[in-house]
């Protein structure tokens, strides 16, 4: 190599750093002053070891490559990046060798590109196999010595070991695509594959493209009772389920929370793809072991297709949420097809919601009572209290339709809060007024009770308002019996042992059990209307065998039975050929508000006789 070429290597080296390497200027100055045989070598002595202690410093390797003959140079500082002690690279071959697979394309054609001159520098970030055989990220910068006919006869630089600066990057982008939790692909991720997929479609015949939106059922209520480290390990684990139960194809991802979202690609027919949701369905149900405590859980899954539901990929995931619900105001455990007539449930269901926030605030909701009457004499026996929402335009929203919408948006804790208070200062009204109300049963919702503190909330109230214990009856449904040892078991034990009334309403639409029964001591249960309306359907039906079978299991547990919703004297009479005490329905009367339940059963409170005085005993 002459001098020229020398000169030209180790300033183009030089000058990429942007280094100010005094001590090389100043051995310059001096070599020029020697002769020229002895300048050549000495110079190019100096000038390395100057370039040297400067690039150590900057901890950046150097190299040069001749790309005709191929020869290869790199500094030691290179190989004591990669963990190399001897210099083995002697050509491009050996570079090469070391240079991660997949870059090797990209990393030819920046060398290429250099050369040609369709490029001022080299410059390109790649992966090169270190000694222990991981793989270095480095960034190449260099360039090349041209002769008079712009042939590259020489190319030089330096070299930045940026894995550090790599892996950060890769970290952020995994960050941002990915579910720290599960390791599934998140929904951003999810969004820019599928709208990748549609955009292909675009021009052709589209292929069926499937959203299905998975949500696991009651999924709050296993945080609430077993806290968020157990609902996230269950989470890990049905994500390693779902996984396997998806082709390769497919994309899985967790949206959020307990949500998950499948793209199925190429989809063909509705029955293939409802059996593979139902496998899904079926994949989530089977029992699962989180920290030691077996559970069974359930999901409910929304289905939106490409192109007959929607062209896009927000729509698409929209309206498969849309289904969902639907799923889940079936019971859950179910898998619902998008169909366009759900938006208009969705935009009911959103009003609703709407409304109901606003509706405590501007006096809306109210309190019916109906009476609960022995089947036998027709003597009140006690009374329910009963929500209505009359809105302001005056009309009646049912509590079929709005407490569900209450418990899915979280005011159901309110409401209840709202019921609980309004029924209590009733009751202190009439005793006020000296009448004498009976029990009042007032309905709590099992996500109230999943919370502990509402039982001290109405031990407090009825203190406040001097009420006994025994003035009120708090009515359950059999979806506090999902979680076995949930908070709601302790706080129904905290009222009985205080000596608050319970009751088990709907009994036989929900999850009955003996065990249950046995385990929670009721003091009423309330056999729900379905099988009421029945009771007067012959002794052979099979639900009047199924009604007997209640009301005896009932008695052996020693509670008062209470048929609701008896609403012709047929039936009363066979309920009381069954032995069952009470009923309440419009038999017997409608709900009706405070003033006109007082007026029609409330009885004033005798006051003692008098006690003789001295006066009259002398009389």
Same mark, same amino acid.
């Given at each position: 190599?002459?001098?020229?070429?020398?000169?030209?290597?180790?300033?183009?080296?030089?000058?990429?750093?942007?280094?100010?390497?005094?001590?090389?200027?100043?051995?310059?100055?001096?070599?020029?002053?020697?002769?020229?045989?002895?300048?050549?070598?000495?110079?190019?002595?100096?000038?390395?070891?100057?370039?040297?202690?400067?690039? /150590?410093?900057?901890?950046?390797?150097?190299?040069?490559?001749?790309?005709?003959?191929?020869? @290869?140079?790199?500094?030691?500082?290179?190989?004591?990046?990669?963990?190399?002690?001897?210099?083995?690279?002697?050509?491009?071959?050996?570079?090469?060798?070391?240079?991660? &697979?997949?870059?090797?394309?990209?990393?030819?054609?920046?060398?290429?590109?250099?050369?040609?001159?369709?490029?001022?520098?080299?410059?390109?970030?790649?992966?090169?196999?270190?000694?222990?055989?991981?793989? /270095?990220?480095?960034?190449?910068?260099?360039?090349?010595?041209?002769?008079?006919?712009?042939?590259?006869?020489?190319?030089?630089?330096?070299?930045?070991?940026?894995?550090?600066?790599?892996?950060?990057?890769?970290?952020?982008?995994?960050?941002?695509?990915?579910?720290?939790?599960?390791?599934?692909?998140?929904?951003?991720?999810?969004?820019?594959? @599928?709208?990748?997929?549609?955009?292909?479609?675009?021009?052709?015949?589209?292929?069926?493209?499937?959203?299905?939106?998975?949500?696991?059922? /009651?999924?709050?209520?296993?945080?609430? +009772?077993?806290?968020?480290?157990?609902?996230?390990?269950? @989470?890990?684990?049905?994500?390693?389920?779902?996984?396997?139960?998806?082709?390769?194809?497919?994309?899985?991802?967790?949206?959020?929370?307990?949500?998950?979202?499948?793209?199925?690609?190429?989809?063909?027919?509705?029955?293939?793809?409802?059996?593979?949701?139902?496998?899904?369905?079926?994949? +989530?149900?089977?029992?699962?072991?989180?920290?030691?405590?077996?559970?069974?859980?359930?999901?409910?899954?929304?289905?939106?297709?490409? &192109?007959?539901?929607?062209?896009?990929?927000?729509?698409?995931?929209?309206?498969?949420?849309?289904?969902?619900?639907?799923?889940?105001?079936?019971?859950?455990?179910?898998?619902?097809?998008?169909?366009?007539?759900?938006?208009?449930?969705?935009?009911?269901?959103?009003?609703?919601?709407?409304?109901?926030?606003?509706?405590?605030?501007?006096?809306?909701?109210?309190?019916?009572?109906?009476?609960?009457?022995?089947?036998?004499?027709?003597?009140?026996?006690?009374?329910?209290?009963?929500?209505?929402?009359?809105?302001?335009?005056?009309?009646?929203?049912?509590? $079929?339709?709005?407490?569900?919408?209450?418990? =899915?948006?979280?005011?159901?804790?309110?409401?209840? @809060?709202?019921?609980?208070?309004?029924?209590?200062?009733?009751?202190?009204?009439?005793? $006020?007024?000296?009448?004498? &109300?009976?029990?009042?049963?007032?309905?709590?919702?099992?996500?109230?009770?999943?919370?502990?503190?509402?039982?001290?909330?109405?031990?407090?109230?009825?203190?406040?308002?001097?009420?006994?214990?025994?003035?009120?009856?708090?009515?359950?449904?059999?979806?506090?019996?999902?979680?076995?040892?949930?908070?709601?078991?302790?706080?129904?034990?905290?009222?009985?042992?205080?000596?608050?009334?319970?009751?088990?309403?709907?009994?036989?639409?929900?999850?009955?059990?003996?065990?249950?029964?046995?385990?929670?001591?009721?003091?009423?249960?309330?056999?729900? =209307?379905?099988?009421?309306?029945?009771?007067?359907?012959?002794?052979?039906?099979?639900?009047?065998?199924?009604?007997?079978?209640?009301?005896?299991?009932?008695?052996?547990?020693?509670?008062?039975?209470?048929?609701?919703?008896?609403?012709?004297?047929?039936? =009363?009479?066979?309920?009381?050929?069954?032995?069952?005490?009470?009923?309440?329905?419009?038999?017997?009367?409608? &709900?009706?508000?405070?003033?006109?339940?007082?007026?029609?059963?409330?009885?004033?409170?005798?006051?003692?006789?008098?006690?003789?005085?001295?006066?009259?005993?002398?009389?």
């Amino acid at each position: 190599m002459g001098l020229t070429a020398a000169l030209a290597c180790v300033g183009t080296a030089m000058a990429l750093r942007g280094a100010e390497l005094w001590a090389v200027g100043a051995a310059i100055a001096w070599l020029l002053t020697l002769p020229l045989a002895v300048c050549e070598f000495a110079f190019l002595r100096a000038a390395f070891t100057a370039q040297k202690l400067a690039m /150590r410093g900057a901890h950046d390797g150097l190299w040069w490559w001749d790309p005709i003959s191929k020869r @290869l140079w790199v500094g030691a500082r290179l190989l004591e990046i990669l963990g190399y002690s001897e210099n083995f690279l002697k050509d491009t071959h050996g570079w090469l060798a070391l240079v991660h &697979p997949d870059d090797r394309v990209s990393y030819n054609l920046a060398v290429a590109r250099h050369l040609k001159g369709e490029s001022r520098f080299f410059y390109h970030e790649y992966r090169v196999k270190a000694n222990d055989g991981t793989y /270095r990220w480095i960034a190449s910068r260099g360039e090349a010595v041209r002769n008079r006919k712009g042939l590259a006869t020489l190319m030089a630089g330096s070299v930045s070991d940026i894995t550090v600066r790599r892996q950060s990057e890769a970290r952020i982008r995994d960050l941002a695509f990915h579910d720290q939790l599960t390791g599934l692909q998140n929904r951003a991720a999810l969004s820019d594959r @599928l709208d990748l997929a549609l955009t292909r479609n675009n021009g052709r015949e589209p292929s069926r493209t499937a959203v299905l939106f998975i949500d696991i059922d /009651r999924f709050k209520d296993i945080n609430d +009772v077993h806290g968020h480290q157990v609902g996230d390990r269950l @989470l890990v684990k049905l994500a390693k389920r779902l996984r396997a139960g998806v082709r390769g194809s497919d994309t899985l991802a967790r949206q959020g929370g307990d949500e998950f979202i499948v793209v199925l690609s190429e989809v063909d027919e509705h029955a293939d793809l409802m059996a593979i949701a139902r496998k899904l369905l079926d994949t +989530v149900e089977a029992p699962i072991e989180v920290t030691g405590l077996e559970m069974l859980v359930t999901a409910s899954i929304g289905i939106s297709i490409y &192109p007959d539901d929607a062209s896009d990929a927000d729509t698409l995931f929209s309206n498969a949420d849309t289904a969902m619900y639907e799923a889940k105001a079936a019971g859950g455990n179910q898998v619902c097809m998008y169909n366009h007539q759900m938006n208009d449930v969705v935009r009911e269901r959103m009003n609703l919601e709407v409304g109901l926030r606003m509706a405590i605030n501007r006096g809306e909701l109210r309190l019916v009572y109906q009476p609960k009457v022995s089947l036998g004499s027709g003597e009140l026996k006690g009374c329910e209290a009963l929500l209505r929402w009359h809105r302001a335009d005056g009309s009646l929203v049912g509590p $079929d339709r709005f407490i569900p919408v209450a418990e =899915r948006c979280g005011l159901i804790e309110q409401i209840g @809060l709202w019921v609980m208070t309004t029924a209590l200062d009733q009751i202190a009204l009439w005793r $006020d007024a000296g009448l004498r &109300p009976p029990t009042v049963a007032i309905n709590i919702s099992a996500l109230q009770l999943l919370r502990p503190g509402f039982a001290e909330a109405l031990f407090a109230a009825l203190a406040q308002r001097k009420l006994p214990a025994e003035a009120v009856e708090v009515e359950v449904t059999e979806s506090v019996f999902m979680q076995p040892e949930s908070a709601a078991r302790e706080e129904m034990l905290c009222m009985r042992q205080h000596g608050v009334r319970l009751a088990l309403d709907d009994f036989g639409t929900g999850y009955s059990s003996l065990s249950y029964l046995s385990a929670q001591e009721f003091d009423t249960l309330k056999i729900d =209307r379905s099988f009421v309306s029945t009771a007067d359907a012959g002794c052979h039906a099979r639900e009047h065998s199924i009604l007997r079978a209640m009301v005896a299991m009932a008695r052996a547990f020693d509670m008062t039975v209470v048929a609701e919703g008896i609403e012709r004297e047929a039936q =009363r009479d066979a309920l009381l050929a069954l032995d069952c005490a009470q009923g309440q329905g419009y038999l017997f009367d409608a &709900p009706l508000a405070p003033d006109a339940f007082a007026d029609t059963y409330l009885a004033p409170v005798q006051a003692p006789a008098a006690p003789f005085s001295s006066v009259a005993s002398e009389a």
